[in-house]
């Protein structure tokens, strides 16, 4: 039997999520979305319990919240508050959302609700890579006074996020290096056909790059390896926080530093709605609710 499914706050990724929700044949009912236009086929609900009451899957946003308190609702004129909504809920009903807080899966097991984070999915994470990576590529061909064609691009870092951007940095003819930790991950870095660099050494060769690329969300440079940049190297930072750059002393050496997050909503909200609709449906199936 089809689902119906509530959708509380968010953003454009929302919306899509809804569009394409009611084209596979869902019920679909929003609330938190009075700021902008809808169009017809998507139905607004007046209230939290108006939207869950007929529900089976009630859709949080990525990031659900940004204060633990409140439904991360950008278009919506009025505070959603996570500890009503749980108590409109009932316990034959799912809560679905990404990136949901410690403090926020507690309330909901207080109120016997099922939670589940869909941003820790694989799936999600490796698709959610791949606008990632081509937002990434914009800014720097935005940025960058010379082609990435044949300029010297430093991936940090070969998780999901490395791995993609690298990939699509060779195919456009950039000359791609990579750093990494691991021995093994530095084997498939040169497998592909990259230039492979251990964390340790590379301070021996960070000066050589027009642009680096982070992905990895702790600080890796520091103000020794700021200090050994080119002063016209563009840094983009792609690590959740803290990020992977000391953007105090980048400004002090006046390097052009840029901190691109939750690039997939930015730069391909209908994409990214799309890969969140999927992964959820995924959650459903293989929980047989």
Same mark, same amino acid.
């Given at each position: 039997?089809?689902?119906?499914?509530?959708?509380?706050?968010?953003?454009?990724?929302?919306?899509?999520?809804?569009?394409?929700?009611?084209?596979?044949?869902?019920?679909?009912?929003?609330?938190?979305?009075?700021?902008?236009?809808?169009?017809?086929?998507?139905?607004?609900?007046?209230?939290?319990?108006?939207?869950?009451?007929?529900?089976?899957?009630?859709?949080?946003?990525?990031?659900?919240?940004?204060?633990?308190?409140?439904?991360?609702?950008?278009?919506?004129?009025?505070?959603?508050?996570?500890?009503?909504?749980?108590?409109?809920?009932?316990?034959?009903?799912?809560?679905?959302?990404?990136?949901?807080?410690?403090?926020?899966?507690?309330?909901?097991?207080?109120?016997?609700?099922?939670?589940?984070?869909?941003?820790?999915?694989?799936?999600?994470?490796?698709?959610?890579?791949?606008?990632?990576?081509?937002?990434?590529?914009?800014?720097?061909?935005?940025?960058?006074?010379?082609?990435?064609?044949?300029?010297?691009?430093?991936?940090?870092?070969?998780?999901?996020?490395?791995?993609?951007?690298?990939?699509?940095?060779?195919?456009?003819?950039? *000359?791609?290096?990579? @750093?990494?930790? $691991?021995?093994?991950? !530095?084997?498939? &870095?040169?497998?592909? /056909?990259?230039?492979?660099?251990?964390?340790?050494?590379?301070?021996?060769?960070?000066?050589?790059?027009?642009?680096?690329?982070?992905?990895?969300?702790?600080?890796?440079?520091?103000?020794?390896?700021?200090?050994?940049?080119?002063?016209?190297?563009?840094?983009?930072?792609?690590?959740?926080?803290?990020?992977?750059?000391?953007?105090?002393?980048?400004?002090?050496?006046?390097?052009?530093?840029?901190?691109?997050?939750?690039?997939?909503?930015?730069?391909?909200? *209908?994409?990214?709605? @799309?890969?969140? $609709?999927?992964?959820? !449906?995924?959650? &459903?199936?293989?929980? /047989?609710?």
């Amino acid at each position: 039997m089809k689902k119906n499914f509530a959708l509380i706050g968010g953003d454009m990724r929302q919306v899509k999520m809804a569009n394409s929700l009611l084209k596979d044949g869902y019920a679909v009912k929003v609330f938190g979305f009075n700021n902008i236009e809808l169009g017809d086929n998507i139905t607004q609900a007046s209230s939290v319990q108006e939207a869950i009451e007929q529900a089976n899957v009630i859709v949080a946003p990525l990031p659900c919240s940004l204060d633990n308190e409140t439904i991360n609702a950008p278009f919506c004129n009025e505070k959603i508050y996570i500890n009503d909504l749980f108590k409109q809920m009932t316990k034959n009903q799912l809560f679905v959302g990404g990136k949901i807080s410690d403090k926020i899966l507690k309330l909901s097991k207080v109120y016997n609700i099922y939670t589940v984070d869909y941003f820790e999915r694989e799936e999600l994470m490796v698709l959610n890579a791949i606008p990632t990576a081509e937002g990434a590529i914009q800014i720097a061909m935005e940025e960058l006074p010379i082609t990435l064609h044949n300029s010297n691009c430093l991936v940090l870092g070969f998780g999901r996020i490395g791995k993609i951007l690298s990939k699509m940095l060779a195919g456009i003819g950039a *000359n791609v290096t990579v @750093e990494a930790r $691991k021995y093994e991950d !530095l084997a498939w &870095i040169k497998s592909y /056909g990259y230039n492979g660099i251990h964390l340790n050494d590379l301070r021996n060769y960070i000066s050589q790059f027009d642009v680096i690329f982070n992905t990895v969300p702790s600080v890796i440079l520091n103000m020794e390896l700021l200090s050994n940049i080119k002063k016209d190297c563009l840094v983009i930072d792609l690590a959740s926080k803290p990020g992977g750059v000391d953007f105090d002393m980048a400004r002090d050496l006046g390097i052009k530093t840029i901190w691109a997050l939750s690039l997939p909503g930015k730069v391909a909200p *209908n994409t990214a709605g @799309e890969i969140i $609709k999927d992964t959820i !449906l995924n959650i &459903i199936d293989e929980l /047989g609710v």
